[in-house]
């Protein structure tokens, strides 16, 4: 079964301090993985995408990560700021025709 | 223009109303995608429209009527709701079918 598990479920951090969410899958064929930033009530926002032949790759303070042996991929987050409250989707598409299959997300609080 | 455009942005309508829900954009992109999602869930897939043409319908009810006029336009035309249908709808699009999603901000839709 084709499925996308996301951890923590819900994250509360410092502001200024750092943190890594994790996504693990299993999909079958892959095509690629996508972390969004979805703020409640929001359209999700992409912040990075990758293949599989990609590692890592960086957007701002945020560097996704991906291990395509493990099917384990990571979103680290440097120096948190409130704005980055939000809950965070690991996405994979699937084959060819790319159908997502959408993790339930990490909701993550930065405070003061 | 990167963006898609959803609008309204908030929609209450009665269970006897007609109305409708559009989207744009100007990217290019041949594929656009409706989304049903309710709080706290990922976002669900309702319809893909794949160069005007309606590809994929996730046994949607017959309450729920998409239209693609052109390559910019995507439209939801809702009849007869029940409040169980009151969600986050959002609009996406890619440049072809399952590549590169962007997302629309959504249309917060209340059914009473």
């Known amino acids: 079964k084709n499925q996308v598990e996301q951890s923590p479920q819900s994250l509360i951090i410092l502001e200024g301090k750092n943190c890594t969410l994790q996504c693990n899958y299993t999909v079958s064929p892959f095509s690629n993985l996508r972390w969004y930033k979805q703020d409640t009530g929001r359209g999700p926002v992409s912040l990075t995408i990758m293949t599989f032949s990609e590692n890592t790759k960086s957007n701002g303070r945020y560097t996704a990560t991906l291990d395509a042996d493990t099917k384990q991929s990571s979103l680290h987050i440097t120096a948190s700021q409130l704005s980055d409250s939000a809950s965070y989707i690991c996405?994979?598409?699937?084959?060819?025709?790319?159908?997502?299959?959408f993790g339930k997300g990490t909701k993550l609080s930065v405070k003061p | 223009d990167t963006e898609v455009t959803q609008t309204p942005k908030h929609l209450v309508m009665g269970m006897t109303n007609k109305k409708s829900l559009k989207c744009e954009q100007h990217?290019?992109?041949?594929?656009m995608y409706w989304y049903k999602q309710k709080a706290k869930k990922p976002p669900e897939l309702m319809f893909v429209?794949?160069?005007?043409?309606?590809?994929i319908n996730e046994s949607v009810p017959s309450r729920f009527s998409p239209e693609c006029p052109n390559s910019s336009l995507l439209n939801l035309h809702l009849h007869a709701l029940q409040p169980e249908d009151s969600a986050l709808y959002l609009c996406?699009?890619?440049?072809?079918?399952?590549?590169?999603?962007?997302f629309g901000s959504g249309t917060r839709l209340t059914v009473v």
């Open positions: 990217m290019g992109h041949r594929a």
């Open positions: 996406a699009s890619s440049p072809t079918p399952g590549s590169g999603y962007t």
């Open positions: 429209y794949s160069y005007e043409k309606l590809s």
């Open positions: 996405v994979v598409s699937l084959g060819s025709q790319g159908n997502l299959i």
